[in-house]
């Protein structure tokens, strides 16, 4: 394997030869270099994805800062190579290297891969590959780095329990601390034996190995159990939960090349309390804990000041429903004046954004608006729990349009349960009303972005219980957006059905989906997330050659009792609370905001110790006393 020299020299002879080789060199504003041969514990942390997009993950620059606080901790950083440089780096036998000190991969004591999203899946094993690391968890011996993954897609780790010695349930700002710590003590002992780690590291609460579990299934392909096969294997993993937000990173990386995101962010909230019953990072990110706009302003003067962005994105699930909106934008402004800042606000609640929210935006030079119904029809939004009227919908787009944005962006998604072609002829219809508002506050120059996704049935979700709509529906109700929606001011964009079918199939896989990620990867598959990129037919084969019918996983409902994939894994949001809010579902009934009350969803009972001992009003959760019984 070659040493950081030996790279650095062969990078030399290559680089003018790939696409945006500031991707491959390191170096960047904020870079943090430690001493390798003086500190004891070296963690890689890996975004399977292009420079271009990972330098802005935020779990990345959260852990980053983590455990480059410790003294006797590095944090290096790698992202997957395009296919340019992937190509001479193989040729060459150039390994897949950290950005930081040029040293392999296989060099580092850990290697801690972040999945948001399942399509992520293929890239992870080609860059364990490209590290020449096994690929299979079964197949590395102590001499190999320990190789983790968080994430939102964790939390059905069961498609990629093959590759992975062990996940980190939930939230890492913590967990990742003890980690570090198991993983020094092992290496001060004995090292040779690794499941001796392993045993460890399932003691952690949060950290799951998949190794110390086993699956058996029924005749008909649904799972009996996973059980634990050690006495230190829990039989629920429960995620982890930061009960006080630690202070935000600052320092953020300057990248050496345009990026997705070119902006400096600060997380204001975490959590979310509305309870769309799509969504996933509602459901698993519980609960709501805010942080102060004191610290938040803090936060964001040194940001800006550490990286010179001239944009600030204001973090969270919906960051209209922070407490102190209007107030934090106010003094940010006061604070930023004539410095030319913009400030982002990136979710946006329809219901919670106020016209003094609106002027405060506007004359803070805000990047853009943009709102997301979901849903056209009163009866679509009933089932989905965001019950927004038309009339409040068009009231905000005059609003938006009479202060001066132009383009308003609305985000809808088609396919949920019992949706008919009458309820996606309603967010047609909303649409032109909605334009037609732009019109007479501004004529022509108005303008409507509407992004159009497709709903997957995520795992924590009251959703889980049903199936994806059937391709031929979902390409139904495209093209009757496509046609009701042909007007210049229009923009329309939609997500390719197999893109979605490929996320349903990873996200709702059991332990036998590793094998189809592993055949569908020898078989070429990667860059799943890039359209161009995906390889539907490559999947299609790699589930026939495993004996698997991928309709098994999305076009079934399920069982009301069934076992999922995911159930020996803990939100800490009760299943029976889930499937209440699914049956509510079926009767078309709202659930109010929990702010306004519990309705013991689990979250409390689960944290109670934790919350009383960080007793404070960045806890935005009822008390117990306000509790309405399933």
């Known amino acids: 394997m070659m040493n950081p020299l030996e790279i650095q020299t062969q990078l030399d002879q290559i680089l003018l030869k790939v696409a945006k080789p500031g991707r491959y060199v390191g ?39 983590q455990i480059n606080q410790r003294p006797d901790a590095l944090a290096e950083r790698a992202y997957a190579p395009w296919h340019d440089m992937e190509a001479l780096m193989r040729a060459r036998n150039i390994p897949l290297y950290a950005l930081e000190s040029f040293h392999p991969l296989i060099d580092f004591d850990m290697l801690g891969f972040t999945l948001p999203y399942e399509t992520l899946y293929t890239n992870a094993l080609n860059m364990l590959n490209l590290a020449g690391i096994p690929v299979r968890a079964a197949e590395r011996g102590p001499q190999h780095p320990l190789v983790i993954a968080g994430g939102h897609s964790t939390m059905n780790p069961e498609p990629m329990h093959a590759f992975l010695d062990a996940f980190v349930i939930g939230e890492g700002e913590e967990v990742i601390h003890e980690i570090i710590n198991a993983l020094k003590s092992w290496k001060s002992g004995n090292r040779e034996n690794r499941k001796a780690l392993l045993l460890a590291l399932a003691k952690i609460p949060g950290v799951y190995v998949p190794s110390l579990y086993a699956t058996t299934y029924q005749d008909d392909g649904t799972i009996l159990q996973t059980r634990p096969l050690s006495p230190a294997a829990p039989k629920k993993i429960v995620k982890r939960m930061v009960a006080k937000l630690p202070p ?11 990026s997705v995101h070119n902006r400096a962010s600060v997380e204001i909230m975490r959590g979310c309390t509305r309870g769309c019953r799509f ?4 459901m698993i990110v519980r609960p709501v804990r805010e942080r102060s706009v004191d610290e938040v302003l803090a936060a964001a003067e040194a940001a800006i000041a550490n990286t010179g962005f001239e944009e600030l994105a204001l973090l969270s699930l919906s960051s209209s429903d922070y407490t102190n909106i209007v107030e934090l934008v106010t003094r940010l402004g006061e604070k930023f004046s004539g410095r030319h800042l913009s400030i982002g606000l990136p979710s946006l609640r329809i219901e919670s954004v106020s016209v003094d929210l609106m002027d405060k935006l506007r004359s803070q030079r805000s990047s853009g608006f943009t709102l997301a119904p979901e849903a056209a029809s009163e009866r679509m939004r009933r089932i989905i729990n965001k019950f927004i009227p038309d009339d409040e919908i068009l009231a905000t787009a005059r609003e938006v349009y009479s202060r001066g944005w132009s383009t308003l962006k609305l985000y809808f998604m088609i396919g949920h349960p019992s949706e008919t072609l009458e309820d996606v002829q309603a967010i047609a219809d909303l649409c032109k009303r909605v334009i037609a508002e732009g019109r007479k506050a501004i004529g022509n120059k108005a303008k409507l972005n509407a992004g159009v996704s497709t709903f997957i049935p ?4 009251p959703f889980q219980w049903v199936s994806s709509d059937a391709d031929e529906q979902i390409r139904a109700k495209q093209a009757l957006l496509r046609r009701e929606l042909r007007d210049r001011n229009i923009k329309l964009s939609l997500t390719d059905p197999q893109d979605s079918l490929l996320e349903a199939w990873l996200a709702r896989g059991d332990r036998r989906m590793s094998e189809v990620i592993f055949s569908a990867w020898k078989n070429g598959a990667k860059f799943d997330a890039w359209n161009d990129e995906r390889r539907f037919d490559t999947w299609s084969a790699a589930f026939a050659q495993h004996g698997l019918d991928p309709a098994f996983y999305t076009q079934r409902p399920r069982r009301l009792d069934e076992v999922f994939p995911w159930d020996h894994i803990s939100s800490a949001v009760r299943k029976e609370y889930l499937f209440q809010d699914f049956r509510m579902s079926l009767e078309g009934e709202i659930r109010a905001d929990c702010r306004q009350q519990c309705y013991a969803c689990g979250i409390l009972p689960t944290f109670n110790a934790v919350r009383r001992e960080n007793p404070g009003e960045y806890w935005k959760c009822p008390e117990v006393k306000t509790v309405v019984s399933g």
Do not use: M
């Not at 600052?250 to 345009?258: A, G, Q, S």
């Not at 969504?279 to 509602?282: M, P, R, V």
């Not at 995520?458 to 979700?461: D, E, F, Y």
């Open 27 to 65: 170096g960047e504003l904020n870079i943090i270099h430690k001493n390798w041969d003086k500190i004891s514990t070296r963690v890689a942390l890996i975004f399977p994805d292009i420079y271009d997009i990972g330098i802005s993950n935020v779990g990345i620059k959260i852990l980053y800062d």
């Open 248 to 258: 935000p990173p600052v320092k953020f990386i300057v990248p050496n090349i345009e």
């Open 279 to 282: 969504c996933q990072a509602g």
């Open 458 to 461: 995520k795992p924590h979700t």
